[in-house]
């Protein structure tokens, strides 16, 4: 009866626990500055919420569920540089938008080159693609738990992912594209089954 307990809960430890993520207070997009000066001033700076544009998609639409789901990147205060990968949705039908969840907290990490993208798969799952930076800083993966619900997210891999623009293409699987720095840098891109992330990795035709 021990052996059979101690295997059982051996068995429980390796399953994901499923755990409510924290819901922010409101919406507050993180603000940033680059902090290379010129005679013009500053190279960029300001609300950077959604950098960069290689990030994308942010927002996608799902006629399912009838709600537009989006990530951003936000922050713990108005007054502090703390990055929190955010997201939510517009309900079409009921006309509202919740308040946002942290799908991922960076840790300290005060640069919008880590903010995210987001797909849906084809039962419904939300993935959110969090950036690296380079190779100073991974990325990682996520997804809900239950289709079309933010209320709690498992993380489904780290690594180095930098850019992220997943594609979910029907009856296929996703397809990710991302920037890698090996040689200068590279665009490689993943592919995967319709059920499970990204996992082929190779180089565009060319590179």
């Known amino acids: 009866m021990k052996i059979v307990l ?30 290379q000066f010129s005679e013009y001033g500053d190279k960029y700076s300001g609300g950077l919420g959604t950098y960069t544009a290689n990030h994308i998609p942010i927002a996608i639409y799902s006629p399912e569920s009838r709600k537009t789901f989006f990530t951003y ?10 990055l929190l990968i955010m997201l939510s949705y517009y309900d079409h039908e ?6 946002p969840v942290i799908v991922c907290d ?5 640069d919008p080159h880590d903010n995210a993208a987001i797909s849906i798969d084809g039962k419904g799952f939300i993935w959110v693609f969090v950036s690296g930076r380079s190779r100073t800083r991974p990325g990682f993966i996520y997804k809900s738990f239950t289709p079309y619900d933010i209320g709690s997210f498992e993380k489904i891999r ?3 992912i930098t850019y992220p ?14 920037t890698k720095y090996t040689n200068g840098r590279e665009l490689p891109y993943e592919m995967t089954g319709r059920t499970a ?4 990795r190779k180089n565009p035709p060319g590179n």
């Open 165 to 178: 623009q997943p594609w979910w293409v029907k009856d296929k699987g996703f397809i990710l594209l991302f």
């Open 106 to 110: 960076k840790n300290g990490v005060n």
């Open 73 to 82: 990147g936000g922050t713990t205060r108005a007054d502090e540089r703390h």
């Open 6 to 35: 101690v295997i059982l809960l051996s068995l429980a430890a390796l399953l994901p626990v499923k755990a409510q993520n924290s819901v922010a207070d409101g919406y507050r997009g993180i603000w940033f500055t680059l902090g």
């Open 197 to 200: 992330v990204p996992q082929i």
């Open 158 to 160: 780290e690594g180095e």
């Open 94 to 99: 009921k006309k509202i938008v919740p308040q």
